[in-house]
């Protein structure tokens, strides 16, 4: 995955922006790494933007039933 693509699944809201050291730098840890493969993985299967947005709702949310 693109740096390019990452940036844009963060303002589509797909993927949460990771931390960020004092000099700038990006800090991922293990959820910023398999968010991703998940999103990648939806795109191979040519899945539309809105279905990707709503399966990881309910990973985000799975109490709440139908989004």
Do not use: K, W
Not at 17 to 36: K, T
């Amino acid at each position: 995955m693109s740096p390019d693509t990452i940036r844009y699944d963060e303002r589509m809201g797909l993927l949460s922006p990771p931390g960020r050291r004092a000099n700038g730098y990006r800090v991922y840890g293990p959820a910023h790494l398999e968010r991703p493969a998940f999103v990648c993985h939806c795109r191979d299967l040519d899945m539309p933007l809105a279905d990707i947005q709503r399966l990881l709702h309910l990973l985000d949310h799975p109490m709440e039933g139908d989004v």
